[in-house]
């Protein structure tokens, strides 16, 4: 997971501890009101899903709910075209 | 998949169709305002992820947008117990 601090998009692989990214996520969350999270494949989708899930829970003792939305992105990587999960999470 | 009437909840599998499953969950938008999908593993907690994705694209032009809500779901199945993620996936 690297953190780009213009857009704060959280990029998570399979490999990502999703409890590590909830934690990420809620940090962005309580600075800027919103995040972004984005994975290539099933593995690193199903991480950002677990770390949605989890932060839910961190937050929500502060009133806050958050919901997700989730998006096709196009790539142009060196290895080739790739078709990403973006998912913006934002209070509800 | 398999459409449990009473409850609305959408079981999604990793061989599970995404269009198909959007096209879904986009009736069931419709007819009752929101809708719950599940799965257990990365490969269908992706396909669900798709899903959506596509039924945002769906119901768009209609004025209405679509988040997600995951949560972690412990199912007692007679293979075992099982962690499924569900999706609560409402109108915002």
Redesign the interface.
């Known amino acids: 997971m690297s953190n780009d601090t213009t857009a704060t998009i959280l990029r998570v692989s ?1 490999k990502s501890n999703p409890a590590s990214v909830a934690g990420a996520i809620t940090g962005v969350i309580r600075e800027r009101g919103r995040c972004e999270a984005q994975g290539i ?3 690193a ?2 991480q950002i ?2 770390a ?2 989890i932060a ?1 829970g961190y937050v929500a003792p502060n009133g806050i709910e ?7 992105l196009d790539l142009d990587l060196p290895e080739g075209e790739r078709t990403a ?1 973006r998912f913006a999470i934002e209070r ?1």
Do not use: E, H, Q, Y
Not at 66 to 72: E, S
């Open positions: 399979s494949g099933a593995g989708v199903n899903v677990k949605i899930a839910r958050l919901v997700a939305i989730p998006a096709f999960i509800r």
